[in-house]
C-alpha cells in the first residue's frame, strides 16, 4: 500500500460563543466535546452526562399492552412458551434474557434459536411446526419476525399466538400477529426508534415486571445482557441507547453471571475495567463465534449456566472457536480479495462469487472488504440451487434500501443500513449482482466516497495531561453516531519507529512536541515504516494502555500524514 493517506480528515468547528455561554458550567474541552455530539444547552448535557439504564415508559410502544396480557395469561394456565432468537450476539441475549424473565415469573417457557446453516436468519415454518408439536402455544421473537408476513399466517393455522419483537425495519404489510412491538412501525409513538433487539427484550421486562412487582426480581439485574447485546448489534449509541449501555457497563462491572466471569478469564479481560470496545472486540465475538462456525445455543448456554465447571468449559469452547474463526476469515479475506468481480476504481460496489462453505463467516469477510476498500460489498456462498449473502456498506450507501429495489429477485432479505443478508435462487444471482451495481452507481456516482475521519479538536502535546481523562471518560461509552474522543497535532516530530505484530502490520512510533514525549501505536499503518518524514500530523485519541498490571499513557494513531499536507 502507498504511504499516502486516503482519508479526509474533518476538525469539528469551534462551538459558537451562545452555545459555549450555555455550556460554561463545563470545563472548556468538555464544552466542545458536547456541542460536537449535538448538545446545545445545560438541559441536554445533564441527561447526556448522568443518564443510566431505561429511560422511557415501555407502554408507550404499541401493542405491548396485548403482549403482556397474553404473557401473563399463560404463566397462569400453565401455557407452554417459546421465545424464538437470533443466532448472533443481540439475538442470543435477548433470548436469554426474556427465557429468565418469563421463567422467574413461573412460566413454562423454551429458548429456540435457529441453526444459521440449515435455517438461516428469521422465523420458518418448519420451526414453527415443530413448536406446535411439542405443545407450544405462545411464541415470543426476539430481534427477528418483523418481515416474516406468510410465517405469522402459518402460526396463526397452528393456533399459535405469535408475539413479534423485532426492532428491524418494516417492509410492506405488516405481518398480522397477535401483537407486534417494533417501535419503527407506523403509528408507534415509543421515542428511541434505535433499540437493539435486546433492548426492546428489557423494555418488554420492564413491562411484565411492574404488572407483577411481588415477584422480587429487577431488571437492573439485566443490565450487563443489554449492554452486551447493544453494542454487538452495533446500533446508534445515543438517547435511550447509550444510557442502557452505561449502567450495563456498571452492571458487567460486578457481574454475577458465572458464564460472563469465565469468558473473562479465558480472554484476559478485567471485568471490572471492561468498556465498549471490550465488549465489541473480546466479549461479542468470541459469543459470536458458536453461532459462526456450529450453533448459537452453545453461547446461550454460557449465558444461562450458574455451575462454574461447565461455564470453564463453554468459555475455553468459545474462545477456541474464536481463533478457529479468525484463522478461517484470515483465509477467506485473501482468497476473496481475488475473487473480487469489481474491483476497478470506476465500480463503486465489490461483490464476490464464492464456494465458501462457512456461510457463517462471509460477513465477516465482507466488512474487511468494506473496511480496506471503502465500497458495499456482497459476498455470497454459491450453491445449486440457493444462494446466500452477506452484505456490509458505507455511510453514503443504504444497503438494505438497495435489497428491497431487488426484492423480486430474492427470496428472503433484511437488514440495517450498514448490514444486510439475503437469499436468491442461485439463477437469479447475476441479474441481482448487476442490479446491485447499477443502483450503487446511482447513488455514489459523482461523490467523494473516501472514508471520512472527524477529529473533535486540534490539540498541543503539553495539553495531553492525566486530567483529560475526566472530559474523555464522560464520553463514554461510545459507539455509532456516539463517537470516542479524536484529536489533532500538528508538525510532531518522528523520533522512533519499528514495524510491529505478528505480520508486521503495525507501527510503533516515539513522537515529540512542543519537548513532550508520548510512545504511540498505529494499528495497520505498518507500511508507513521506512517512508515516515522526520514531521507528521497525526489523527488519533489519547489513551490508558494498561498492560501488565500497569497504566501507561498513550497516542493511539488513527491515520497520519506528512506535516501541512491538505486534509
Known amino acids: 500500500m502507498q504511504a499516502s493517506s486516503r482519508k479526509r480528515w474533518q476538525v469539528a468547528q469551534r462551538i459558537p460563543p451562545e452555545i459555549e455561554a450555555k455550556l460554561i458550567q463545563y470545563p472548556a474541552i468538555l464544552r466542545q466535546l458536547l456541542y460536537n455530539r449535538g448538545i446545545s444547552d445545560a438541559e441536554e448535557a445533564e441527561l447526556y452526562l448522568s443518564a443510566g439504564g431505561s429511560l422511557f415508559d415501555p407502554y408507550r410502544m404499541k401493542d405491548i399492552e396485548k403482549a403482556v396480557w397474553r404473557l401473563m395469561r399463560a404463566v397462569q394456565l400453565g401455557e407452554p412458551i417459546a421465545v424464538y432468537g437470533d443466532y448472533d450476539v443481540d439475538g442470543v441475549t435477548a433470548t436469554a434474557l426474556m427465557v429468565q424473565v418469563l421463567r422467574h415469573l413461573g412460566a413454562q417457557v423454551c429458548?429456540?434459536?435457529?441453526?444459521?446453516?440449515?435455517?438461516?436468519y428469521g422465523v420458518n415454518n418448519g420451526a414453527l411446526a415443530c413448536l406446535q408439536q411439542q405443545g407450544i402455544k405462545v411464541i415470543l421473537t426476539v430481534d427477528c419476525g418483523i418481515r416474516s408476513p406468510a410465517e405469522a399466517d402459518f402460526a396463526r393455522s397452528l393456533g399459535i399466538d405469535l408475539i413479534i419483537c423485532d426492532h428491524h425495519e418494516p417492509q410492506g404489510q405488516l405481518p398480522e400477529a397477535f401483537a407486534v412491538i417494533?417501535?419503527?412501525?407506523?403509528?408507534?409513538?415509543?421515542?428511541?426508534?434505535?433499540?437493539?433487539?435486546?433492548?426492546?427484550a428489557y423494555k418488554i421486562a420492564e413491562a411484565l415486571l411492574s404488572a407483577a412487582p411481588q415477584t422480587g426480581l429487577v431488571t437492573e439485574?439485566?443490565?450487563?445482557?443489554?449492554?452486551?447485546?447493544?453494542?454487538?448489534?452495533?446500533?446508534p449509541l445515543t438517547g435511550e441507547n447509550r444510557s442502557l449501555v452505561k449502567a450495563g457497563l456498571l452492571k458487567l462491572h460486578n457481574t454475577q453471571r458465572q458464564g460472563l466471569v469465565s469468558l473473562a478469564a479465558v480472554s484476559g479481560l478485567e471485568l471490572s475495567r471492561v468498556n465498549a470496545r471490550d465488549i465489541g472486540f473480546v466479549i461479542a465475538p468470541r459469543l459470536n463465534a458458536a453461532g459462526r462456525l456450529e450453533s448459537a445455543l452453545e453461547a446461550y448456554k454460557l449465558l444461562m449456566t450458574d455451575d462454574p465447571q461447565e461455564a470453564a468449559r463453554l468459555a475455553q469452547q468459545l474462545d477456541d472457536q474464536n481463533r478457529q474463526r479468525q484463522e478461517m476469515m484470515r483465509q477467506m479475506h485473501e482468497q476473496a480479495e481475488n475473487l473480487i468481480q469489481f474491483k476497478?476504481?470506476?465500480?463503486?460496489?465489490?461483490?464476490?462469487?464464492?464456494d465458501f462453505r462457512q456461510v457463517g463467516v462471509i460477513g465477516l469477510v465482507a466488512s474487511r472488504l468494506t473496511e480496506q476498500f471503502y465500497r458495499p460489498a456482497v459476498v455470497v456462498t454459491q450453491e445449486d440451487e440457493f444462494t446466500r449473502g452477506s452484505c456490509r456498506s458505507i455511510p453514503e450507501?443504504?444497503?438494505?434500501?438497495?435489497l428491497d429495489e431487488c426484492a423480486d429477485l430474492l427470496v428472503r432479505h433484511g437488514g440495517h443500513s450498514m448490514a444486510a443478508g439475503f437469499t436468491v435462487r442461485t439463477e437469479n444471482l447475476p441479474k441481482l449482482f448487476e442490479r446491485l451495481s447499477l443502483i450503487a452507481d446511482r447513488e455514489l456516482e459523482g461523490r467523494d466516497v473516501r472514508p471520512v475521519l472527524k477529529a473533535d479538536m486540534e490539540i498541543n502535546f503539553p495539553d495531553l495531561h492525566p486530567k483529560l481523562f475526566n472530559d474523555i471518560d464522560a464520553i463514554e461509552p461510545t459507539g455509532l453516531e456516539n463517537p470516542g474522543v479524536l484529536f489533532v497535532s500538528r508538525n510532531v516530530r518522528v523520533l522512533r519507529s519499528k514495524r510491529v505484530g505478528s505480520e508486521q502490520q503495525?507501527?510503533?512510533?516515539?513522537?515529540?512536541?512542543d519537548s513532550i514525549v508520548f510512545d504511540a501505536i498505529a494499528f495497520r499503518l505498518g507500511f508507513w515504516d521506512g517512508q515516515l518524514p522526520d514531521r507528521i500530523d497525526i489523527l488519533y485519541s489519547f489513551e490508558r494502555n494498561h498492560y501488565s498490571g500497569r497504566d501507561s499513557l498513550q497516542l493511539n494513531i488513527r491515520d497520519l500524514k506528512p506535516a501541512n499536507q491538505p486534509d
Do not use: M, W
Open 111 to 120: 429458548p429456540y434459536i435457529p441453526d444459521r446453516f440449515e435455517e438461516g
Open 506 to 513: 503495525h507501527l510503533r512510533l516515539t513522537l515529540s512536541g
Open 221 to 235: 439485574d439485566f443490565l450487563d445482557l443489554v449492554a452486551i447485546g447493544t453494542v454487538a448489534d452495533v446500533v
Open 182 to 200: 417494533c417501535p419503527k412501525q407506523q403509528g408507534d409513538l415509543y421515542p428511541e426508534k434505535n433499540l437493539a433487539g435486546v433492548g426492546l
Open 397 to 402: 450507501f443504504h444497503i438494505t434500501h438497495a
Open 344 to 354: 476497478e476504481p470506476r465500480h463503486l460496489l465489490h461483490a464476490v462469487y464464492t
